[in-house]
């Protein structure tokens, strides 16, 4: 398991804390989690009930990307790695220790 870590300029160092937060340990981590989560959660409700505000982002949206998907500015999503799009959907079975699910991890045995 990797731990991520911040690159400080040079002569420079984080506090400690920060290496906390990053990961490791669960009375910082699960803090941060839970305010992100709710941070998020609130910031979709209001989009979905305030149509000014869904309208506004939808704008800067068109701004930013020069017209939206594929605008002059936009940039797809980029990963370091091929998306793993060949796996199957789950197989659910019911075995000797009840319901489970089951995935080849192979895609030549989907």
Request: net charge negative; proline share 9%.
């Amino acid at each position: 398991v990797a731990r991520p870590a911040l690159r400080c300029e040079s002569g420079q160092a984080y506090p400690s804390w920060a290496m906390n937060a990053l990961g490791g340990i669960s009375a910082t981590i699960d803090p941060m989690v839970d305010c992100a989560s709710k941070t998020i959660v609130l910031a979709a409700l209001r989009l979905l009930e305030d149509k000014a505000a869904r309208d506004a982002a939808m704008d800067e949206f068109v701004a930013r990307t020069g017209g939206g998907i594929g605008g002059s500015n936009w940039l797809a999503p980029l990963c370091d790695y091929e998306p793993p799009i060949h796996f199957r959907w789950p197989e659910y079975v019911i075995t000797p220790r009840g319901r489970d699910w089951w995935i080849p991890s192979n895609p030549q045995a989907a």
